[in-house]
Protein backbone atom coordinates (compact mmCIF):
# COMPACT_ATOMS: atom_id res chain seq x y z
CA UNK A 1 0.00 0.00 0.00
CA UNK A 2 1.28 3.64 -0.67
CA UNK A 3 1.98 5.88 1.44
CA UNK A 4 -0.41 8.28 0.13
CA UNK A 5 -3.71 5.62 0.41
CA UNK A 6 -2.37 5.14 3.97
CA UNK A 7 -2.93 9.06 5.05
CA UNK A 8 -5.79 8.60 3.11
CA UNK A 9 -7.09 5.73 4.92
CA UNK A 10 -5.82 7.07 8.36
CA UNK A 11 -7.69 10.64 7.81
CA UNK A 12 -11.10 8.84 6.68
CA UNK A 13 -10.60 6.68 9.78
CA UNK A 14 -10.34 9.86 11.50
CA UNK A 15 -12.91 11.41 9.92
CA UNK A 16 -15.53 8.64 11.19
CA UNK A 17 -14.40 8.24 14.90
CA UNK A 18 -14.89 12.32 15.33
CA UNK A 19 -18.35 11.99 13.43
CA UNK A 20 -19.34 9.59 15.90
CA UNK A 21 -18.15 11.41 19.01
CA UNK A 22 -20.17 14.72 17.78
CA UNK A 23 -22.98 12.57 17.17
CA UNK A 24 -22.95 11.05 20.61
CA UNK A 25 -22.58 14.37 21.88
CA UNK A 26 -25.38 15.86 20.16
CA UNK A 27 -27.45 12.96 21.47
CA UNK A 28 -26.60 13.10 24.80
CA UNK A 29 -27.00 16.41 25.35
CA UNK A 30 -30.33 17.50 23.70
CA UNK A 31 -34.01 16.00 24.82
CA UNK A 32 -34.63 14.83 28.35
CA UNK A 33 -32.73 16.40 31.16
CA UNK A 34 -30.31 13.77 32.13
CA UNK A 35 -29.72 13.44 36.18
CA UNK A 36 -26.30 13.74 37.35
CA UNK A 37 -23.86 10.98 37.77
CA UNK A 38 -25.28 9.04 41.10
CA UNK A 39 -28.59 11.13 41.16
CA UNK A 40 -31.25 9.01 39.37
CA UNK A 41 -34.04 11.33 40.45
CA UNK A 42 -33.85 15.61 39.67
CA UNK A 43 -37.23 15.88 39.80
CA UNK A 44 -38.94 17.68 43.44
CA UNK A 45 -41.77 15.91 44.87
CA UNK A 46 -45.12 17.09 43.88
CA UNK A 47 -47.89 17.86 46.73
CA UNK A 48 -50.79 19.22 46.85
CA UNK A 49 -53.28 20.07 50.08
CA UNK A 50 -56.63 18.66 49.02
CA UNK A 51 -58.15 19.86 53.12
CA UNK A 52 -58.36 22.43 53.98
CA UNK A 53 -60.33 24.13 51.43
CA UNK A 54 -59.36 27.88 50.40
CA UNK A 55 -60.93 29.84 52.74
CA UNK A 56 -61.96 27.21 55.50
CA UNK A 57 -63.16 28.58 58.68
CA UNK A 58 -61.14 26.40 61.35
CA UNK A 59 -60.41 25.93 65.30
CA UNK A 60 -58.49 23.55 67.88
CA UNK A 61 -56.40 20.95 65.85
CA UNK A 62 -56.52 21.95 61.90
CA UNK A 63 -56.37 18.18 59.83
CA UNK A 64 -54.48 19.22 57.30
CA UNK A 65 -54.98 15.80 54.21
CA UNK A 66 -52.44 16.15 51.48
CA UNK A 67 -51.37 13.79 48.23
CA UNK A 68 -47.94 13.63 47.28
CA UNK A 69 -45.85 12.09 44.00
CA UNK A 70 -41.91 11.22 43.80
CA UNK A 71 -40.20 8.21 41.98
CA UNK A 72 -37.92 8.05 45.25
CA UNK A 73 -38.49 7.77 48.87
CA UNK A 74 -39.92 11.10 50.74
CA UNK A 75 -37.40 11.92 53.42
CA UNK A 76 -39.41 14.65 55.18
CA UNK A 77 -42.41 16.82 55.10
CA UNK A 78 -42.83 20.11 57.02
CA UNK A 79 -45.71 22.34 57.73
CA UNK A 80 -45.70 26.08 57.22
CA UNK A 81 -48.21 28.39 58.64
CA UNK A 82 -47.34 32.14 57.10
CA UNK A 83 -43.86 30.87 56.14
CA UNK A 84 -42.64 29.61 59.49
CA UNK A 85 -42.09 25.58 60.14
CA UNK A 86 -44.29 24.84 62.60
CA UNK A 87 -43.91 21.18 61.94
CA UNK A 88 -40.91 18.28 60.46
CA UNK A 89 -42.25 14.68 60.07
CA UNK A 90 -40.37 11.34 58.32
CA UNK A 91 -43.21 9.60 59.49
CA UNK A 92 -45.37 10.02 55.84
CA UNK A 93 -48.87 10.12 55.78
CA UNK A 94 -51.70 11.39 54.09
CA UNK A 95 -51.94 13.99 56.58
CA UNK A 96 -50.68 16.09 59.20
CA UNK A 97 -52.48 17.70 62.62
CA UNK A 98 -51.63 20.70 63.49
CA UNK A 99 -53.12 22.63 66.88
CA UNK A 100 -53.77 26.35 65.59
CA UNK A 101 -54.40 28.14 69.54
CA UNK A 102 -51.53 29.54 69.50
CA UNK A 103 -52.47 31.58 66.56
CA UNK A 104 -54.70 34.90 66.59
CA UNK A 105 -58.12 34.65 64.71
CA UNK A 106 -57.66 35.26 61.15
CA UNK A 107 -56.45 34.66 57.64
CA UNK A 108 -53.51 31.99 57.69
CA UNK A 109 -51.49 30.37 55.05
CA UNK A 110 -50.96 26.88 55.11
CA UNK A 111 -48.26 25.13 52.60
CA UNK A 112 -46.15 21.97 53.31
CA UNK A 113 -42.52 21.11 51.80
CA UNK A 114 -40.69 17.63 51.00
CA UNK A 115 -37.54 16.87 50.65
CA UNK A 116 -37.04 13.30 48.30
CA UNK A 117 -34.14 10.78 49.14
CA UNK A 118 -31.75 13.34 46.38
CA UNK A 119 -32.32 16.51 48.21
CA UNK A 120 -35.28 17.75 45.71
CA UNK A 121 -37.51 19.75 47.32
CA UNK A 122 -41.04 20.20 46.49
CA UNK A 123 -43.62 22.66 47.80
CA UNK A 124 -47.15 22.60 47.72
CA UNK A 125 -50.15 24.96 47.14
CA UNK A 126 -50.66 27.68 49.33
CA UNK A 127 -54.20 27.04 51.41
CA UNK A 128 -55.34 30.31 53.07
CA UNK A 129 -57.50 29.30 56.12
CA UNK A 130 -59.74 31.72 59.01
CA UNK A 131 -58.33 30.69 62.54
CA UNK A 132 -61.42 31.40 64.95
CA UNK A 133 -59.86 29.83 68.39
CA UNK A 134 -60.95 33.18 70.37
CA UNK A 135 -57.61 34.57 70.20
CA UNK A 136 -57.73 38.19 69.46
CA UNK A 137 -54.71 40.26 69.07
CA UNK A 138 -54.44 42.76 71.68
CA UNK A 139 -53.81 46.58 70.44
CA UNK A 140 -50.18 46.44 72.29
CA UNK A 141 -49.47 44.00 69.47
CA UNK A 142 -50.76 45.49 66.55
CA UNK A 143 -49.21 49.03 67.69
CA UNK A 144 -46.34 47.18 67.94
CA UNK A 145 -46.45 45.70 64.46
CA UNK A 146 -47.16 48.93 63.07
CA UNK A 147 -44.18 50.65 64.40
CA UNK A 148 -41.90 47.59 63.71
CA UNK A 149 -43.50 48.06 59.75
CA UNK A 150 -42.66 51.65 60.31
CA UNK A 151 -46.63 53.02 60.25
CA UNK A 152 -47.68 55.60 63.16
Given at each position: ???G???K???I????????LL????F??????M???G?P????????I???????????????????????????????????????????????F?????????????M???????????????V?????????????????????????
Open positions: MTERKRRAGRGLVNFTFLILVTGCGSRPPPKDIDPPEIKTYPAPQDTVKGTIYIKYSIKDKSPIQWIGLYVDGIKQILDSILRDSLFKSDTLYDGVHKILKAKDKWDNTGQSNVQVVTLNGNKKEEKDERMDREHKGVR
